[in-house]
Structure formats: structure tokens, C-alpha cells
């Protein structure tokens, strides 16, 4: 009879087991470089920054490689030649490109997160175009309508186009406000006012949560000073983001500025416009 109870416990144990919840996935997090703007005025990045100094920034996307088989990227950089000619960055690769540097061709990125509709972060959305998209819903709703018509001259036109064919499409996830898990292991905040409603990311990894600020935080230096980015609609809301970065991150260093090329310094590998945050 012992035995029997003995048996009948250790298959209810594996029987638990097997019904066990699989861990939620961690990611291996990459900033990856497309392009350099050169000689960009540091006062555009950080209010009352010297207006002589200039610093060129870096271009960048962000891969999340998840355990699971998910390949996240946050933004989608520019690519179009009207941006090229205007701008003129140097050493530009198309981000899709890029990305593949990283080991993922751009019909393998399964989900885009656009943190905000300015056209170096949005406008290479159409080269990923087996990815969802996720994007604010009051950021969408401020900026363009259904049609891709631009209510909100921050968006640019064909850009407006392209989100918009994208929703029509059924690839357009709208989120409903802060502090969202939209993909197992990968959250959004909103707060940070770069525009109507940008958002960020923390995202798992091995070693604690990372968070990918985008243009919510520019440079190192907007954190380390707690100066508010330059290009903000409510600098209050930019100084509290920042700091609320700070609680979200496991470790000040996985906080990964928007434009920094201090990034590739810090995180020198793998190298060549590739740097994994750890």
C-alpha cells in the first residue's frame, strides 16, 4: 500500500511538472549602427548645452533576440534618399542591412516597436515586412488618420502612408497606454514627451532588465547631468522618465541612450557597428 502511495505521489509530482508554465524568455540585446550624422549640435540633445559644441551621433536600432525565437527590433532607422540627401550621414547602410550584421535578415524580425513617428525611427518600417508593429495608440491617433492622412506635421507624409497600409494590413498593434507587457519579457512606458506620446522598453535579459530609451534619453550625459533631452514637449515629464529609467533598469549601465556613440565604447562586442548590451 506504501508503495502504491509512494508511485502514485511521484506521478502526480511529474504530472505537476509537465503542466509547469515554460519560463518566460530573456533576450540578448543589441544596439546596432546604421549610420553617423556628423558634427551634430549638442544643444539639439541636451537643453542648455553649449550651442559651439558638436558631437556626431550614432544612427541606431535595437535587436532583442529572444530565447524563445523571437526577433523584437526597437525602431527601424531611415533609408529613403530624400533623408540621405538632406541629412548626408556618413558610413549609411540600410538598417536591414545592418541588422544583419547581428545575424537576422530583415524577413526574420517578427515584431518592430516604433517608440516614436520622427523619420529616423519609423521611416524603415517597410523593410521588416513580416513584422508586427506595435506603436502607441495616442501617438498613432495625434499624428495621422486612417488613410495616412498627416493631422501632425512631426510625421512625415510617405511615412504616414506606409503606418497606414500597415494597419490596413492587420501588422499595426496599437498599445493603450504605460507600462504595457506587449511581447512576453518586453514592456512599454510612455512619459517621456520626445513626442506626443512616445514610449520606451525594458526588455529581460541574463542580466536584469534593460531599458531601451530611444530618444526619450539622447546621451549618457542627459542622465548623468539629469538634464532633459533638447527636443521635448514637456521637460518635466522627460526629467521623470529618466529617473523612473533608473528604477526599471537592474543595473544603471543596461540603460541604452538613443544616439550615444558612446555605446560602441562601452559595449565593444562584437564589434563593427554591432554592440551587445550586457
Known amino acids: 500500500m506504501i508503495a502504491r502511495i509512494g508511485l502514485a505521489v511521484s506521478a502526480l509530482i511529474a504530472c505537476v511538472a509537465m503542466t509547469r508554465a515554460p519560463a518566460a524568455p530573456t533576450y540578448d540585446v543589441y544596439a546596432i549602427k546604421y549610420a553617423t550624422l556628423p558634427a551634430f549640435h549638442v544643444s539639439g540633445l541636451i537643453q542648455g548645452a553649449d550651442t559651439s559644441r558638436r558631437l556626431d551621433i550614432a544612427m541606431m536600432v535595437w535587436l532583442l533576440k529572444g530565447s524563445d525565437g523571437r526577433n523584437v ?87 504616414a502612408k506606409i503606418l497606414a497600409a500597415i494597419a490596413r494590413e492587420g501588422r499595426l498593434h496599437l498599445v493603450d497606454g504605460d507600462a504595457k507587457e506587449i511581447i512576453p519579457g518586453i514592456r512599454v512606458y510612455t512619459g517621456g514627451k520626445h513626442t506626443f506620446q512616445s514610449q520606451f522598453a525594458t526588455v529581460a535579459t541574463s542580466s536584469g532588465a534593460a531599458v531601451i530609451a530611444s530618444d526619450n534619453l539622447y546621451l549618457y550625459e542627459n542622465l548623468a547631468t539629469h538634464r532633459p533631452i533638447a527636443q521635448t514637449l514637456d521637460s518635466m515629464s522627460n526629467l521623470r522618465a529618466q529617473a523612473r529609467m533608473e528604477t526599471l533598469a537592474s543595473d544603471r549601465r543596461l540603460i541604452v541612450p538613443g544616439h550615444d556613440p558612446e555605446v560602441f565604447v562601452r559595449f565593444p562586442e562584437p564589434g563593427n557597428g554591432v554592440a551587445r548590451i550586457r
Open 73 to 159: 527590433l526597437v525602431d527601424a532607422g531611415f533609408h529613403r534618399d530624400n533623408f540621405i540627401a538632406r541629412w548626408k550621414p556618413r558610413d549609411f547602410v540600410p538598417p536591414s542591412e545592418a541588422v544583419a550584421r547581428a545575424g537576422v535578415s530583415a524577413d526574420k524580425i517578427t515584431d518592430v516597436i516604433i517608440t516614436h513617428v520622427h523619420w529616423d525611427h519609423l521611416d524603415g518600417i517597410d523593410l521588416f515586412p513580416n513584422a508586427r508593429v506595435w506603436l502607441q495608440r495616442e501617438e498613432f491617433e495625434h499624428h495621422l488618420d486612417s488613410s495616412g492622412t498627416v493631422k501632425d506635421r512631426t510625421i512625415d507624409a510617405a511615412d
